[in-house]
């Protein structure tokens, strides 16, 4: 189907949302293409929006060299196409990507996650459980990979969490036209911060958790902006499932209730005295996670997905992601059984993957990458440690972003006493890296933790950290599986952590007998 967007139909819509100032230069009534990137102005009649912090007049006035009849803006600008002012850009850019694509969102049963951890591992979980009850029918857009059909090419690395409305709008309609029924994506509160989903209802809202992280430069003013951006997910969900274990449950349940009615309201949780869903762990240990998931309201049994399960990912956190999964799966009519099989097949990328070695320990490549995740991770290897072993952590903070988990790590490091601390670096950009471990190591407490050293080339860190561990846990944590380190405004190349650590295995002689 060629898509397309009449000036009738932009204005129409705009003034429904109270969104339109004006439209200058009413010459062009049809749009054949849109774009928000001057350095792509695609064939046709095409819109280019107007929007961003980094914004330049230039930008437009590239785009209409390039062939862009008509623009939106929040502004009027001396140029002779078709433009219409919107008070918005954001907000109007999303509304009138849906129209462009023809709402392909009604053809799609669409599952929205949201949390500061366990976004990408919940999605994965949910998206093999959907695929191995109904076959290569669900659509991905996570952190890592935007699966939208079942073809190699179809499958692709993702730029952010929630892709642009103009994006998102735009591969829903290809995976639409791929034959899609269900999506499963990430939502970040920066989605809708910068209005990303607006107009946009979800089928399932989960939300995970949330502690303080994204706040700074660039991202959220206020932990409670952050927080309101994230409840936003479950005022915007048909069905909601909330975690009641977390803190602010009460605050996020009410923001459910404000549009969703009980019996469309899931909680789910380990300890929470009132739950739909109750899990507990059965074993937990550096292989897996076997837990029991037990329905105690009517409207969980009538889901049918109560049992035993093996999550593939250990981490007794991943069992809350994995009962999240579940639940969801339930709810768009997957059996248990299908479920079973894909939570104890799931691979994700970066996400608690096990090295064992033979006389070296065992390394663990984890994505941890704030305070809760990292005291999290760092707890549960520390209760997995043989007696005598040791924790190593080799870790270190991204420059020009997130200050706050600096003190963070060194706060976590101390709590959960980590014997040995190789501080490295971690996307520094245009930062000093032994600047940023400075700071990670003026929060650390000597007399909690062993030792700390600092050894810039992250390769040489996780070597060091390999070499020196023999019957203990190594964790390196941060980066799962980039395979770049940001330096500078440049993504340079680095192998990834997995693939240093094999390296380094392997140079030692260590690989275990198999
Ligand atoms: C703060 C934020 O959300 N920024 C995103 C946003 O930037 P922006 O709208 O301000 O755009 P900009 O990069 O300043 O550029 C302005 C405009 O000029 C256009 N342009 C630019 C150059 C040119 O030559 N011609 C041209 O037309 C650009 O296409 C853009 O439309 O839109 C851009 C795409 O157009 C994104 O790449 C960019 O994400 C940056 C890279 C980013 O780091 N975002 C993070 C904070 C983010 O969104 N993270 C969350 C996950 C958080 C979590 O883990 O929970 C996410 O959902 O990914
Ligand atoms: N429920 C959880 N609680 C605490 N830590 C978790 C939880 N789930 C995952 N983690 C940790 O957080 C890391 C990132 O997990 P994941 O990628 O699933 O989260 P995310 O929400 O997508 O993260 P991000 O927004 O940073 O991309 C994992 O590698 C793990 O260490």
Redesign the pocket.
């Known amino acids: 189907m060629m898509m397309r967007l009449t000036l009738t139909q932009a204005v129409t819509l705009l003034k429904e949302h109270d969104l339109l100032i004006k439209v200058v230069n009413p010459q062009v009534t049809e749009f054949t293409a849109v774009t928000y990137d001057s350095r792509h102005i695609p064939a046709g009649q095409p819109l280019f929006f107007c929007k961003g912090v980094g914004f330049k007049a230039d930008y437009l006035a590239m785009a209409i060299d390039h062939g862009a009849v008509g623009y939106v803006a929040t502004q009027a600008y001396e140029q002779p196409v078709t433009g219409i002012v919107v008070k918005d850009d954001q907000k109007a850019m999303a509304l009138l990507a849906a129209a462009f694509y023809d709402y392909p969102q009604n053809d799609l049963f669409i599952v929205g996650i949201t949390?500061?951890?366990?976004?990408?591992?919940?999605?994965y979980f949910t998206h093999n459980a959907l695929t191995a009850s109904a076959g290569p029918q669900t659509a991905l857009l996570?952190?890592l990979n935007t699966i939208l059909g079942p073809q190699p090419d179809q499958t692709f690395k993702s730029h952010l969490?929630t892709p642009e409305s103009l994006d998102l709008f735009a591969y829903m309609r290809q995976a639409v036209d791929n034959k899609m029924t269900h999506l499963v994506m990430?939502v970040?509160s920066q989605a809708y911060l910068k209005h990303r989903v607006y107009g946009l209802t979800f089928d399932v809202g989960i939300f995970?958790?949330i502690s303080p992280?994204h706040i700074g430069r660039n991202e959220h003013p206020t932990f409670a902006n952050y927080l309101f951006c994230k409840e936003q997910l479950l005022v915007n969900a048909r069905t909601c499932l909330i975690n009641a274990d977390m803190p602010y449950f009460a605050a996020v349940q009410q923001a459910a209730q404000t549009t969703t009615a009980p019996e469309r309201i899931f909680t789910f949780g380990k300890t929470a005295p009132e739950v739909d869903f109750r899990y507990q762990s059965v074993l937990s240990d550096l292989a897996e996670s076997k837990f029991q998931l037990r329905a105690e309201s009517p409207k969980a049994q009538a889901l049918q997905v109560a049992g035993e399960y093996i999550a593939s990912v250990p981490?007794d956190?991943?069992e809350?992601?994995a009962t999240a999964a579940v639940i969801t799966a339930g709810l768009a009519g997957a059996k248990a059984a299908a479920i079973q099989t894909a939570l104890q097949k799931t691979h994700?990328p970066?996400?608690?993957e096990v090295l064992p070695t033979k006389g070296h320990g065992t390394v663990y490549v984890?994505?941890?990458?704030?305070y809760?995740?990292?005291k999290?991770?760092v707890a549960f290897l520390r209760s997995q440690t043989p007696a005598g072993g040791k924790v190593i952590v080799v870790l270190g903070a991204p420059g020009d972003k997130g200050i706050s988990r600096r003190p963070g790590f060194g706060k976590a490091l101390s709590e959960e006493r980590a014997d040995e601390v190789i501080l490295t670096t971690d996307d520094p950009g245009f930062e000093d890296p032994k600047t940023i471990a400075d700071e990670i190591a003026a929060h650390i407490d000597p007399q909690k933790v062993g030792h700390v050293q600092y050894i810039a080339d992250r390769a040489q860190a996780i070597a060091t950290a390999i070499t020196m561990s023999h019957n203990d846990m190594v964790v390196i944590?941060g980066k799962?599986a980039d395979a770049y380190q940001k330096v500078k405004g440049q993504d340079l190349p680095y192998p990834n952590d997995l693939v240093v650590a094999k390296q380094v295995i392997e140079k030692l002689g260590a690989q275990p007998e198999k």
């Open positions: 949390g500061t951890k366990g976004k990408t591992t919940t999605a996570s952190t969490t990430e970040s995970l958790n992280d981490g956190y991943n809350g992601n994700i970066g996400r608690m984890d994505y941890a990458h704030d809760a995740s990292v999290r991770l944590a799962g």
